[in-house]
């Protein structure tokens, strides 16, 4: 099938942290960040093969699932695209006493608009939390929301991206930003190759090929990271959560409009 245009929705996964735009520098914080990310890598390649493919990303970071509903999904409609993208839930299950049973209710309402304005539409599950992660502790809201999206592309005859399957390379560190709730450069890079060929693009690499081997950190090196990693990613996110403040307050999408892709 052609892909003649394509728009991306959804929040931090699909706006592409923590994988840096070219001349950016690695893991800026900031409103002002920008980041390429799976998307972008994937309209890279959608341009190969058809240059006059027309792309837009409105993923915004700490987006719940309601606030993609109503600020992305009318966008998308009105831009009548071949394809539309659909990543979300994950804030939502973040939150204390969510249920990943209304989580779900409520993106199935996205992607049944999306399907009903004549667009195809791909989703991805979450992805099984790696040891030590901040998500590991919601491991199994992921896992029932996990289920739920599998249902919902089957009833809506949706393309799906499962991103649970990719666990032989989600306790390795190197496919991870510090924060280790986002994915970094290699694992946006892994995603975009699954999604072409999801999607029937062609591609020339496996997106499952292990990486080198590295040596086993050592007990001490293991503590240290983690204590650094609590210092400066897990004790911000709490005190975000504590005064209500979305990482995405104040960011705009970064391709707002359908437009063949350039690199920014």
Same mark, same amino acid.
């Given at each position: 099938?052609?892909? =003649? /245009? ?18 950016? @520098? %690695? ?15 994937? &309209? &890279? ?27 992305? +999904? %009318? ?5 009548? !695209?071949?394809?539309?993208?659909v ?9 204390? *006493? ?8 409520? #993106? ?9 304005? *004549?667009s195809? +539409?791909?989703?991805?599950? *979450?992805y099984? %939390?790696?040891? *030590?992660?901040?998500? @590991? ?5 992921? &896992? ?5 999206v ?18 032989? $390379?989600?306790?390795? $560190?190197?496919?991870?930003? !510090?924060?280790r +709730?986002?994915? &970094?450069?290699?694992?946006? @890079? @892994? ?15 496996? $997106?499952?090929? %292990? ?6 950190? /050592? ?12 210092? /400066?990613?897990?004790?911000?996110? +709490? ?11 104040g960011? !705009?999408?970064?391709? !707002?409009?359908l437009?063949? #892709?350039? =690199?920014?």
């Amino acid at each position: 099938m052609r892909w =003649e /245009s394509w728009v991306a929705i959804g929040d931090s996964f699909t706006e592409g942290m923590c994988d840096p735009a070219p001349g950016s @520098r %690695p893991c800026q914080p900031g409103p002002d960040a920008r980041y390429r990310g799976w998307a972008d890598r994937l &309209a &890279a390649m959608l341009a190969e093969t058809e240059p006059r493919a027309r792309y837009a990303n409105l993923a915004v970071r700490g987006k719940l699932i309601g606030e993609i509903h109503a600020e992305q +999904v %009318p966008v998308a409609v009105a831009a009548r !695209p071949a394809l539309v993208t659909v990543n979300g839930g994950g804030n939502d299950l973040l939150r204390p *006493g969510s249920d990943p049973d209304q989580v779900a209710a409520a #993106f199935e309402d996205v992607v049944a608009d999306l399907r009903a304005a *004549g667009s195809q +539409v791909l989703v991805f599950t *979450g992805y099984d %939390p790696h040891q *030590g992660s901040l998500l @590991r502790r919601i491991r199994g809201k992921i &896992a029932v929301y996990t289920a739920h999206v599998h249902a919902i592309a089957a009833r809506h005859d949706c393309l799906l991206v499962d991103l649970w399957a990719f666990r032989s $390379w989600t306790t390795d $560190w190197r496919y991870w930003c !510090p924060d280790r +709730v986002h994915l &970094a450069t290699e694992g946006h @890079r @892994r995603v975009a190759l699954r999604t072409a060929e999801v999607l029937g693009l062609p591609v020339t690499e496996d $997106w499952r090929a %292990p990486l080198p081997g590295v040596p086993e950190p /050592s007990r001490g090196q293991r503590l240290y990271a983690d204590l650094r990693w609590a210092g /400066s990613h897990l004790a911000p996110f +709490v005190v975000r959560q504590l005064r209500g403040i979305s990482m995405g307050a104040g960011v !705009p999408p970064k391709r !707002p409009v359908l437009t063949e #892709f350039a =690199e920014h």
